[in-house]
């Protein structure tokens, strides 16, 4: 059938690819990819055979989700998207291609598979409840640590993964490690390849590990959770909830009930309903 697979593929171990991937990568007509001479390598590594491999990355975006929109809809051709490694459109090209194909009503299917950041979060040991992936951090120093001050500010209770590059790991961790030294990391390293390493522990005690290397390669996913351990995450109690919903009020007279409990509910991760009731039973 014409349409567009999205096809998650290994992030290191070929043996990470499924089944369902595999046999339709042999099905397909068309297989989209950021390096054809990569995807080419790893087709043949599952023995899928010849297929016809179109280069889609982010320098030609344009052009090939035209030309591959065209195989869909004039030609009836079936076309794979996938990446690199791992999941497409997980901080990799691919969404304008998507986009487009369900603007013009082509059926989009996923396939899905290996993803470096649910990898990581499956065994960082960090609270998983509620976790934001936020792509790759700035080039520049200063933009860099801003984000990172930025992000911890805005989600104080929520653990954030990112990707960063071995070139400036040391440099993020020691920003990471002035800006909260008491968080938890947990750092990915060549994530199901032969070199895995996983590093768990303080800002400092992370830097320290990756300190000691003579070179640092690989690809690098993190996990950081502001707090230092999950007691840190437990709920305020009823009394203490009160007196911080009575100062945000005397700090912010025209803010609602509503709006203030919305405020402690983003903050501590609780439901909004519960904290607006608790602060009407207050007020009675």
Not at 10 to 38: M, W, Y
Request: some cysteine.
């Amino acid at each position: 059938m014409s349409q567009l697979h999205v096809v998650a593929t290994p992030i290191g171990n070929v043996q990470d690819i499924s089944f369902r991937a595999q046999k339709l990568l042999t099905t397909v007509d068309i297989i989209a990819c950021e390096d054809t001479r990569h995807t080419r390598k790893l087709l043949n590594l599952l023995e899928v055979g010849a297929k016809k491999l179109v280069a889609y990355h982010e320098h030609n975006e344009r052009a090939s989700s035209t030309y591959l929109l065209q195989m869909i809809l004039q030609e009836g051709k079936s076309v794979a998207l996938v990446t690199d490694a791992g999941t497409p459109c997980i901080s990799d090209p691919g969404y304008r291609l998507i986009r487009e194909a369900h603007a013009q009503g082509i059926r989009v299917t996923p396939l899905p598979g290996p993803c470096a950041v649910s990898a990581l979060m499956s065994i960082s040991g960090l609270p998983n409840a509620r976790w934001m992936f936020i792509g790759f951090l700035p080039h520049k120093s200063l933009a860099r640590k801003a984000e990172i001050e930025s992000w911890l500010q805005m989600a104080p209770q929520t653990t954030i993964v990112f990707y960063e590059s071995p070139q400036r790991i040391q440099d993020t961790l020691e920003f990471v490690k002035e800006i909260h030294p008491q968080a938890r990391l947990c750092l990915g390293r060549e994530l199901t390849k032969l070199h895995e390493e996983i590093v768990v522990g303080t800002p400092a005690e992370v830097f320290q590990t990756l300190r000691a290397r003579a070179v640092i390669k690989g690809e690098i996913c993190v996990a950081l959770s502001p707090h230092k351990d999950d007691a840190s995450l437990n709920p305020p109690s009823v009394e203490c909830l009160r007196q911080e919903a009575q100062s945000i009020a005397t700090q912010n007279p025209t803010h609602s009930k509503k709006e203030v409990a919305a405020q402690l509910a983003a903050k501590y991760g609780l439901k909004k309903k519960d904290v607006y009731n608790m602060l009407c039973q207050d007020s009675r």
